[in-house]
């Protein structure tokens, strides 16, 4: 497991708090939360202000790798596109400090904080925002090249689009399939744009995509099965892995969405540009499958649980003519409904690797409880459990043959949970929120710091 990177990761507005200090703009969140009047991140973990004992913990608790957002609201002050130095020196701080203690910091450029000034013009709707994005990402490639080897160009696409355009739960809320099909055509746009910006720049190091991983299980063999999979598929990945690793979008999802909708966006100037600006890297967030079954009747439905209360805001996932996502009743469910499934990581990474042959991160895999934390010591054996069983499923693709060069926790440390608030934690560090945001670490982060100086060693391994 030489240069192997075992780190935790994190997204700028949902730690950084801050949020109108050393003139950062108002981002698309701070609007929609604060219009609404739901739980925001305003303070969040506070780590605009704490990084140093953030990344000293990480350090101590054995990590050498940190994966964190850029703020595009702290560093690009208006439509103009107007550097804000304070910003890039908060930023320049922060991966100095990540120096100091030899962790290598893994950098998402977007992590859905959209300045509020695009929102306006039509935020992801707009192509002029993937061309406001090649804009933002060149400015940070020449800030921070000096410090920064691994980067992303997005935070899961399909999650942020699907969520914001057609579930309608982030904002901007709209629920609108057409929507969904420009948003997420002019996001993996941007992402090529972002690509092609480095390649020129000839920066150093890598860049690459992170993607919301549901790696697709059917009920049964049945033909009509195998469909619902393919459609599945396309809906949840293949939309962001083929068009990122292959510089292809797959053609039978455009084939059956040209029947329906308009894609008159999408023309050869943009195909070559995404053709051209392939990923270096893959980056996967596990959390979960999807169990499928053919479509049988209904009209389209996507339910999210943010409510914490298993059975309130049941989770179900219809689209009409394609498939639906079904339950597993021997399985074991989160308060929000996601099923806890280490087999898919195993399968679906080898999948993966055989399907785009690239170097694969897990971005993210953790699990999501409500926990006192008002207690000296956080006796989160779950989460033990959780991690061992992922990184167990992790270990035996790598030894099937899976190129696989590091693995992230969400998260370090608690933070915000977008729709769920501050009391969906996953930290390995706990942040009483209510008091001071005092950090204390949970028994995890003492196991997590004893596997990694084990190389391993110390997991508990089964074939799955
Ligand atoms: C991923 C996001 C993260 C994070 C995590 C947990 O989708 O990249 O930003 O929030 O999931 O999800 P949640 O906070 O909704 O439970």
Redesign the pocket.
């Known amino acids: 497991m030489k240069d192997f990177l075992w780190g935790g990761a994190s997204?700028s507005y949902?730690c950084e708090g801050a949020w109108q200090e050393d003139d950062r703009v108002e981002s698309m969140w701070d609007h929609y939360l604060h219009e609404n009047n739901l739980e925001n991140g305003d303070v969040a973990s506070d780590h605009y202000h704490r990084f140093e004992e953030d990344i000293r913990m990480m350090k101590e608790g054995g990590q050498n790798a940190y994966r964190l957002s850029l703020a595009w609201p702290r560093i690009i002050k208006n439509r103009e596109g107007e550097i804000n130095q304070k910003g890039i020196s908060f930023y320049r701080r922060v991966f100095e400090t990540c120096r100091k203690y030899d962790i290598e910091p893994f950098v998402t450029v977007y992590?859905?904080d959209l300045p509020q000034y695009l929102e306006e013009k039509g935020g992801w709707l707009n192509e002029e925002t993937a061309y406001a994005y090649e804009h933002y990402a060149k400015v940070c490639f020449e800030a921070f090249h000096d410090l920064v080897k691994e980067w992303v160009t997005f935070?899961?696409p399909k999650?942020f689009v699907c969520s914001g355009y057609l579930i309608g739960n982030y904002p901007p809320c709209h629920k609108s399939p057409q929507d969904t099909i420009t948003a997420a055509f002019n996001v993996m746009y941007a992402s090529a744009l972002g690509v092609k910006a480095f390649r020129e720049g000839k920066y150093p190091g890598k860049i690459g995509i992170v993607h919301?991983f549901t790696p697709i299980n059917g009920v049964d063999g049945t033909l009509a099965t195998k469909i619902a999979m393919r459609y599945a598929d396309n809906y949840c990945n293949n939309w962001i892995l083929d068009t990122a690793a292959k510089g292809e979008i797959p053609i039978d999802l455009l084939t059956t969405l040209s029947k329906k909708y308009d894609l008159s966006m999408i023309t050869e100037k943009h195909l070559k540009v995404i053709k051209e600006n392939k990923v270096d890297f893959l980056g996967l967030?596990y959390?979960s499958r999807a169990l499928v079954k053919p479509y049988s009747s209904g009209e389209t439905t996507l339910v999210v649980n943010n409510s914490g209360k298993k059975g309130k805001g049941t989770s179900k996932v219809i689209i009409k003519d394609w498939f639906e996502q079904v339950y597993d009743p021997n399985s074991t469910y989160t308060e929000?409904d996601t099923e806890i499934y280490p087999k898919g990581l195993q399968e679906g990474l080898k999948e993966v690797w055989e399907k785009y042959h690239l170097p694969i991160y897990i971005t993210?895999n953790?699990v999501?409880m409500y926990e006192d934390v008002t207690v000296d010591q956080v006796q989160d054996d779950y989460r033990i459990e959780f991690m061992n069983d992922h990184i167990n499923a992790m270990l035996n693709a790598k030894d099937d043959g899976v190129d696989i060069r590091g693995y992230f926790a969400?998260s370090p440390f608690d933070l915000y949970?977008?729709?769920?608030g501050c009391e969906?934690r996953?930290g390995l560090v706990a942040i009483d929120f209510d008091h001071g945001l005092v950090r204390k670490p949970k028994k995890s982060y003492f196991w997590y710091k004893e596997m990694i100086e084990s190389n391993a060693e110390t997991i508990k391994r089964k074939r799955l």
């Open positions: 997204a949902q992590h859905w935070n899961e999650w919301s967030n959390y929000w993210e953790g999501g969400w949970s977008w729709k769920n969906k996953y």
